[in-house]
């Protein structure tokens, strides 16, 4: 069972980041397209860096910011973010597929397809578009866009038919890249696993949801989740708890608990699938190669370079 793990968006190890932004207010006041332009610019060229850096480290896997391009779901801006930068995608493209890097996406919380309001799922499909445009302009094989359930409004059941009602109307070429993952608060594994049953999309198991919000018998449907994926290689999530306190435990921490990470591989391991584990903390690349280190001292596990390794 091959195990790769990667990082989210910004490393610390270079001075740079790829999600500069530019706010609505600051840009409206002079209607500053140049401005804009200068940062989409410095987002590309940092998204680069970055890139080199991990192949330099041998990360192969990477989520990409959502802030690449600021103000493109903004609806009363309009402006060309795709080939107006074709030189930058189609660089970025490159580096990507010549080291074969999986590379995904995760909008954020405003993104909520079973909203209650109309204008709520309007502005979350031109966000799945904007995610989907930069990816397609990436050439990136397989693309995915991990969302959540999204709202909890007139309760769990209703919820889960409004999401699925609003998937069902989604343009085809959004529905085949969408998975979708467990949250920390109302829809567990169980909940999920139903849904990506019923839509036929992938199932993006997070470790540290489940603690904070478990369904029973999780072995008895890890098989299940991990077949969502079909003949792509399955991705999950892995973060540790902040604090252990209630009030802290559903946030991430600076680094990952090396028994959270176990504890996600013993349960795994059965079924000897080869997967992606996405970290999710704080301190980014650093947490990834601290649990390196702390995953050697542990284990006989059989790296075959700096974030992959066999697990016999």
Request: net charge positive; with cysteine.
């Amino acid at each position: 069972m091959l195990i790769r793990l990667g990082y989210v968006a910004i490393t610390n190890a270079l001075d740079v980041t790829s999600s500069s932004v530019l706010t609505f207010t600051e840009f409206n006041k002079n209607k500053d397209f140049d401005k804009l332009d200068k940062i989409i610019k410095s987002n590309f060229e940092d998204l680069i860096q970055i890139l080199k850096y991990n192949i330099k480290n041998n990360i192969h896997f990477y989520r990409l910011t959502s802030k690449l391009i600021p103000l493109a779901t903004h609806n009363e801006v309009n402006f060309e973010y795709i080939n107006k930068y074709k030189e930058y995608y189609n660089e970025i493209s490159k580096l990507i597929d010549k080291n074969h890097m999986r590379v995904d996406v995760h909008p954020d919380q405003f993104c909520v397809l079973n909203s209650t309001k109309k204008e709520v799922i309007d502005s979350s499909i031109e966000i799945l578009k904007y995610h989907f445009n930069i990816l397609k302009a990436l050439k990136i094989k397989n693309p995915i866009i991990v969302l959540h359930v999204g709202s909890n409004v007139l309760g769990k059941e209703n919820s889960i038919k409004r999401f699925i009602n609003t998937f069902n109307k989604l343009p085809e070429k959004l529905k085949e890249v969408i998975a979708l993952e467990n949250d920390d608060k109302v829809f567990n594994a169980k909940d999920v696993l139903y849904i990506c049953k019923k839509l036929n999309i992938p199932f993006v198991f997070d470790f540290h949801h489940h603690k904070c919000n478990p369904c029973d018998n999780i072995e008895d449907i890890m098989k299940d989740i991990i077949n969502t994926w079909d003949n792509i290689r399955p991705k999950m999530h892995i973060s540790s708890p902040k604090n252990k306190t209630k009030k802290e435990y559903r946030s991430h921490h600076d680094y990952i608990n090396y028994k959270d990470f176990n504890e996600l591989i013993n349960l795994i391991k059965p079924y000897k699938k080869d997967i992606d584990i996405m970290i999710e903390a704080k301190m980014k690349d650093d947490a990834l190669f601290r649990l390196i280190r702390t995953i050697k001292y542990y284990n006989n596990y059989k790296f075959i370079d700096d974030t992959s390794f066999y697990v016999l």
